[in-house]
């Protein structure tokens, strides 16, 4: 098998607020299609680690390249999908995730493939016309994650998504979100306070440390999918994982 190759490099990343240390010296590589998952204890950093890496926030020390260049969001695609779904009140399903599109003036017959064929992937075929209040929390976050996923983004950051779902509703987005990635491959770094899910999303887990924060190990997570949360190789990776953080 060929040597994967890395897409984002991150090198001796640090983040100042003031005097308070919040990121030290944070090292590692992000391979091109990876679905990467961030986890560690609660408060240890994990939004600033997403909002630095994508340039939202200025770094203190260290560089985060794409490619080989230094990211930049006027030339870089990065996309975004946060914790509270972030639908337009005033426009249709089918409106929403395609503002980007039309941001970006792609040709219309080329928006509406994309739309059709992401609409489908993610499970909305039928709610095209539907405005955000007429669908669910759990269809809200499908629309943020098409919206993100149809640019074809360099870059994907998802910042706890489906935190504040029902598990039944997040287990069927989840199985959804990981439909589309293997469907499209794009990179994808995914911060989560739930152990179980990064061990049934991820290929690679980032496990971080309380403050300063740096990080402690990186968990390779080798398991076919679909995954079984009742597989003892499963069981015992979360288990791992679970050390991990509850230790440190």
């Known amino acids: 098998m060929a040597e994967r190759k890395a897409k984002i490099q991150v090198d001796n990343l640090t983040k100042m607020f003031g005097d308070l240390l919040v990121l030290k010296d944070l090292t ?3 391979y091109d299609g990876e679905f990467l998952c961030v986890v560690g204890p609660t408060g240890c950093g994990k939004t600033t680690f997403c909002n630095v890496v994508s340039r939202l926030l200025p770094s203190t020390k260290g560089s985060i390249t794409m490619d ?24 249709t ?16 017959l080329e928006i509406q493939k994309r ?27 499908r629309v943020a994650i098409a919206r993100a996923f149809v640019t074809e983004p360099d870059l994907l950051l998802m910042d706890e998504p489906f935190g ?15 439909e589309v990635w293997e469907k499209t491959k794009r990179t994808v770094i995914f911060v989560t306070h739930n152990l179980e899910e990064a061990v049934y999303l991820a290929e690679r887990i980032l496990v971080l440390t309380n403050k300063p924060t740096t990080i402690k190990e990186v968990v390779k997570v080798d398991l076919p999918r679909p995954r079984n949360f009742a597989d003892p190789k499963f069981v015992s990776i979360r288990r791992r994982v679970t050390d991990l953080v509850k230790w440190w």
């Open 28 to 30: 590692f590589d992000i």
């Open 68 to 91: 080989g260049e230094e990211i930049n969001p006027s030339r870089h695609n990065v996309s975004f999908v946060f914790q509270e779904p972030s639908c337009i009140p005033w426009r």
């Open 93 to 108: 399903v089918w409106q929403d995730i395609g503002i980007g599109l039309e941001i970006k003036k792609v040709n219309p």
């Open 115 to 141: 739309l059709k064929d992401i609409i489908h992937l993610v499970g909305l075929r039928g709610f095209e016309a539907f405005y955000p209040h007429q669908i669910s929390a759990g269809m809200k976050q």
């Open 164 to 178: 504040q779902l029902d598990t039944n509703t997040r287990f069927q987005i989840e199985t959804r979100l990981i």
